[in-house]
């Protein structure tokens, strides 16, 4: 799977009710933003290496948590990770993100089925988190 | 695989990464990929020296039991010269034997010596390739990290240059409760119309209004039955 079968792909298709709106990040690497329908507030990131599909939420960065409380943000984001489907939580930069990676062999409907779950466990992360924000 | 680890968190601790810099430089990589390469050198290097002294081993193995099989046909010989009484013939047969033996004892040192060295030659083949494996785990960890921070980079970029596309997580949220709040009012008005369209409404009206559609019916038909009474 290479970024331009998935483009096409994916603008497309529909899965579980769900249309998907794809748009090239700029940059010298496949970077693709798609926004899931209802589900529009966290705009998917998918990038394809040799080794894996990786997708990507953007949850919150970390100027905008309360200090006091991450200790028990991070404690309750370990614990929250292995239950969630097909989803795990981390962190790069300052970015916290919530991520699926996937095959390269995957098919279109398993990369819109991890696009759905991932935009809508996004959703409900920044909700369950909330209080954590600063 | 640990020393990999943990270059990557000391320079994401040490915030190298913001920029999307590569946190084991590209020197590092290379070395990194120098040893991949080497150590598939070695491997097929080595694989093809256990086949060849596999093959000798079992070269080896054949001559063997070739010499033995001699050694006892001429046995066989040396028995019947014998009770011919052709003494002198026998013993020619019997130093025949004794070349046989000798270097059937002789190939099977060697082939001793050579099994050994296939074994150890097993042995580094297989460090070999777990070396290689692990070489190659390390590279995918540095490279995927790499790829993540300049496409993390890459997004930021983006998104700063077009404010718009996302915000701080407290807008995400406003806009998640707004949408979520406008499916509820939908929901809301689709039930309401559904009711409308079938009357039900209507009907709900009524009934708080006290007039009731179908009690008044059976009224009707109760008042009609007392004032004409069955012939």
């Known amino acids: 799977m290479d970024i331009q079968t998935l483009i096409l792909a994916l603008s497309e298709s529909t899965h579980a009710g769900r249309n998907f709106d794809v748009m090239p990040i700029a940059g010298k690497e496949p970077v693709l933003q798609v926004t899931v329908s209802g589900a529009d507030e966290t705009p998917v990131y998918v990038t394809v290496t040799d080794t894996q599909i990786l ?18 943000l991070h404690e309750n984001m370990l614990r929250i990770s292995v239950p969630m489907p097909l989803s795990s939580l ?29 935009a809508e466990n996004a959703i409900d992360l920044l909700q369950t988190f909330e209080d954590y924000l600063a | 695989m640990r020393s990999v680890l943990n270059k990557i968190l000391t320079a994401m601790r ?37 086949a060849a002294l596999m093959a000798e081993a079992a070269s080896l193995g054949r001559q063997i039991r070739s010499e033995q099989d001699s050694a006892a046909k001429r046995e066989q010989n040396a028995r019947k010269a014998i009770e011919a009484g052709q003494e002198d013939l026998a013993r020619e047969v019997a130093e025949r034997i004794v070349g046989h033996e000798r270097r059937a004892a002789e190939l099977t040192q060697t082939r001793t010596l050579l099994q050994q060295r296939i074994t150890s030659l097993k042995d580094r083949v297989q460090r070999a390739e777990k070396q290689l494996a692990d070489y190659r785990r390390e590279l995918q960890v540095v490279k995927t990290n790499e790829r993540v921070l300049r496409t993390t980079a890459q997004i ?16 995400t949220l406003e806009r998640i409760r707004e949408r979520q709040a406008r499916e509820e009012d939908r929901q809301t008005a689709g039930a309401t119309l559904e009711k409308e369209l079938t009357g039900a409404n209507l009907d709900e009206k009524l009934k708080a209004a006290g007039i009731d559609g179908e009690q008044d019916a059976v009224n009707n038909v109760l008042a009609r039955l007392k004032d004409k009474p069955a012939p």
């Not at chain 1, 939420?57 to 100027?63: C, G, M, P």
């Not at chain 2, 930021?156 to 807008?171: M, P, R, V």
Request: charged share 25%; aromatic share 4%; net charge negative.
């Open chain 1, 55 to 72: 997708c990507l939420v953007y949850l919150f960065d970390e100027q905008e948590l309360n200090p006091e409380r991450l200790h028990e």
């Open chain 1, 90 to 118: 981390g962190k790069t930069g300052g970015h916290y993100v919530v991520y699926g990676a996937l095959s390269p062999t995957s098919g279109e409907a398993e990369i819109m089925q991890e696009l759905v779950t991932l």
């Open chain 2, 14 to 50: 040490g915030g190298v990464n913001e920029l999307g810099e590569a946190v084991v430089d590209g020197q590092g990589n290379r070395i990194l990929e120098q040893e991949l390469r080497d150590s598939g050198q070695e491997l097929s290097q080595a694989k093809h020296e256990l």
């Open chain 2, 156 to 171: 930021d970029t983006n998104i700063n240059s077009q404010k718009s596309s996302l915000g701080t997580a407290k807008e």
